[in-house]
T-cell receptor
Framework: LAKTTQPISMDSYEGQEVNITCSHN???????ITWYQQFPSQGPRFIIQ???TKVTNEVASLFIPADRKSSTLSLPRVSLSDTAVYYC????????????FGSGTRLQVQP | NAGVTQTPKFQVLKTGQSMTLQCAQD?????MYWYRQDPGMGLRLIYY???????DKGEVPNGYNVSRLNKREFSLRLESAAPSQTSVYFC???????????????FGDGTRLSIL
């Protein structure tokens, strides 16, 4: 299983753009990169997934360079409600090769 | 739409007691998972079931058993609870993509288990 490395914590202020980078040097050819968000006392929630280049949805953008050894989750104009732990996962089909959650990045957004 | 439902939400056990954590999903997903999350840590996979009738060990299976009762339900059993199993337990489900793309997992809100 590809191991991921993320910063333990990050601080930001409301209205700023936040970029969280994840390293995954051993990513395999058929691995996708998936990000989850977890609020206290809740289960993780899927945010975004990508394979290469850039993916954007209504919540975030995911940037993946050509070598795919890292990825960056970008949260535009964060608010207090974005305070959460963000997990980067790398893996193939979850049914046959289950994903591994690391310790995640704890994002604290301040007013 | 309930998604993934876990019961109970909280439980306190004494060392040596047994207990079954229940999980049900209403999204017609093939795959289901059990994780544990210790304070300040990420989630660790205990067991997973790729499809009805199959189960496989994850990262930390010792001390646990699972049953995929049907497509909707996946239970986790602690036969003889130990203080080291004090944790928050999350159940999740996902679809299986024939293209081998990992599909998003949908999580329940967890069961907080304390073992004294």
């Amino acid at each position: 299983l590809a191991k991921t490395t993320q910063p333990i914590s990050m601080d930001s202020y409301e209205g700023q753009e936040v970029n969280i980078t994840c390293s995954h040097n051993n990513i395999a050819t058929n691995d996708y990169i998936t990000w989850y968000q977890q609020f206290p006392s809740q289960g993780p929630r899927f945010i975004i997934q990508g394979y290469k280049t850039k993916v954007t949805n209504e919540v975030a953008s995911l940037f993946i360079p050509a070598d795919r050894k890292s990825s960056t989750l970008s949260l535009p104009r964060v608010s207090l409600s974005d305070t959460a732990v963000y997990y980067c996962l790398v893996g193939g089909n979850t049914g046959r090769r289950a994903l591994t959650f690391g310790s995640g990045t704890r994002l604290q957004v301040q007013p | 739409n309930a998604g993934v439902t876990q019961t109970p939400k909280f439980q306190v056990l004494k060392t040596g007691q047994s207990m079954t954590l229940q999980c049900a999903q209403d999204m017609n997903h093939n795959s289901m998972y059990w994780y544990r999350q210790d304070p300040g840590m990420g989630l660790r996979l205990i067991y997973y079931s790729a499809s009805e009738g199959t189960t496989d060990k994850g990262e930390v299976p010792n001390g646990y058993n699972v049953s995929r009762l049907n497509k909707r339900e996946f239970s986790l059993r602690l036969e003889s609870a130990a203080p080291s199993q004090t944790s928050v337990y999350f159940c999740a489900s996902s679809e299986v993509s024939p293209a081998d793309i990992n599909q998003p997992q949908h999580f329940g809100d967890g069961t907080r288990l304390s073992i004294l």
